[in-house]
């Protein structure tokens, strides 16, 4: 039972809420248990990504045909929405899942389609985009790495970072420039297999303050050739125009991970001040508590019917840039608040690493920052006014 009353959204069919409770399971016996170990190797088991594959975890919204489950971005909705709750933030399957897999259904060819998709359905493959680099994260139409064409390759040159799952990835989409005179419209996506390619280089596996279990690296390209039917699409220069139409569905997914850590911290908070006792009562009886409580719940709940609105916006095909950056940007901006009021409630032991609600805090603060900053989705929004 959630903390929340929300009705459930028209998209909730019966078998997405089969899925959800699949990937519950899934997250309560193969990912939660290992989540400590993980955190501190920094990484993931490379195993768990063929577990998730053996249980229909990876690539529920891709289409049979393609060894995926048929399902639609609702399926991916739920698994964010499972991670979440369960306090899942370093196994990468929903960047995988809900990034990665639909840049090659949308724009891959049928040969791409059916030399990649099977392989990342069963944990074969691991996805990663790699869009920022060193010099250059908000200001994307300014990357400098480069896809130059060589007969039928491109050779690829430049130097990525802060990209997810980059320690275990063997399929990175690479943003590249196969014409660096022409601004945007010279920006391609090239795929990169990184099983089959010499010159490609993973530094570092960087250290964060939170999601510490996810393997977030940089990335060196140096000569790397690829075949040009390696392109996303059927010609050069479309990298832009496809970033920009998948980005919108990348900022919900932010949002969604959002409010379900939002659900996870309000539950756990509401137990722990009805046990803890201070002054001879329980520390949920001062107002205090119950008012922040209160004002958690509220934005807990208006989160929730904003993202499912969202969702069900997205599967019909209408989700807008502007709508799905507000999702991203104010939910992200609640998580924090909630979760630092939730850590607040917890006194001492909330700033400590055996309570879930100290890795919320840590896990929560980028959400403000990766998928486009902040203050990105006020741009993005303010154009529309
Ligand atoms: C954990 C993690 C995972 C990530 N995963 C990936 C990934 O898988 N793939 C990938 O390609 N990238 C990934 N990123 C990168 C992420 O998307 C960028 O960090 C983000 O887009 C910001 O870019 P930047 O870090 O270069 O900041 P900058 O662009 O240098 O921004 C610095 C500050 O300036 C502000 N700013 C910049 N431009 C403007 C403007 N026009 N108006 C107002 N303020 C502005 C920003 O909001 C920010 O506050 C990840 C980052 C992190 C931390």
New binding site residues.
């Given amino acids: 039972m959630s903390v929340l009353q929300v009705e459930k959204p028209a998209w909730m069919t019966e078998d997405v809420e089969i899925f959800a409770d699949a990937v519950g399971k899934f997250c309560e016996k193969e990912l939660a248990p290992h989540v400590d170990s993980w955190e501190k190797n920094e990484i993931v088991d490379r195993d768990v990504w063929y577990k998730a594959g053996e249980a229909g975890i990876l690539c529920a919204s891709v289409p049979e045909e393609y060894g995926g489950a048929g399902g639609s971005f609702a399926h991916e909705a739920m698994l964010i929405d499972q991670f979440g709750k369960k306090g899942i933030t370093g196994f990468g399957a929903s960047?995988h899942n809900a990034i990665i897999a639909p840049y090659i259904v949308h724009y891959g060819s049928e040969e791409q389609k059916q030399r990649w998709l099977p392989k990342m359905a069963s944990g074969e493959l691991v996805g990663?985009?790699?869009?920022?680099e060193p010099g250059?994260?908000?200001?994307l139409q300014n990357i400098k790495t480069t896809a130059k064409l060589d007969g039928n390759e491109y050779v690829i040159n430049g130097s990525?970072?802060?990209?997810?799952?980059?320690q275990q990835a063997n399929l990175i989409i690479v943003?590249s420039k196969t014409d660096p005179s022409a601004g945007a419209k010279g920006t391609s996506l090239v795929v990169v297999e990184t099983d089959e390619v010499e010159g490609f280089r993973r530094g570092r596996n960087?250290d964060?303050i939170g999601?510490k279990s996810?393997d977030?690296s940089e990335l060196f390209f140096d000569n790397v050739r690829v075949p040009t039917s390696n392109l996303l699409g059927t010609e050069e220069g479309q990298g832009f125009i496809q970033l920009m139409q998948q980005l919108a569905s990348e900022r919900l997914q932010i949002g969604l991970q959002g409010v379900a850590m939002m659900e996870a911290a309000l539950e756990q908070t509401v137990d722990y001040v009805k046990e803890r006792k201070a002054f001879g009562q329980a520390v949920m009886d001062f107002q205090n508590t119950q008012f922040k409580l209160a004002e958690a719940k509220t934005k807990t709940t208006v989160a929730r019917v904003f993202t499912d609105h969202c969702t069900g916006l997205l599967l019909e095909g209408k989700l807008d840039a502007a709508t799905a950056s507000m999702a991203k940007y104010w939910v992200s901006d609640m998580q924090c608040e909630v979760v630092d009021e939730c850590l607040q409630l917890h006194g001492g032991y909330g700033y400590m690493n055996e309570y879930p609600i100290a890795r919320m805090y840590r896990d929560a603060r980028?959400q403000k920052?990766?998928?486009?900053?902040?203050?990105?989705m006020?741009?993005l929004i303010s154009r529309t006014l």
């Fill in positions: 960047l990663a985009i790699a869009m920022t250059t994260g908000s200001d990525k970072t802060f990209i997810t799952n980059g943003v960087l964060k999601q996810q977030t980028v920052i990766y998928g486009g900053t902040n203050e990105i006020k741009v």
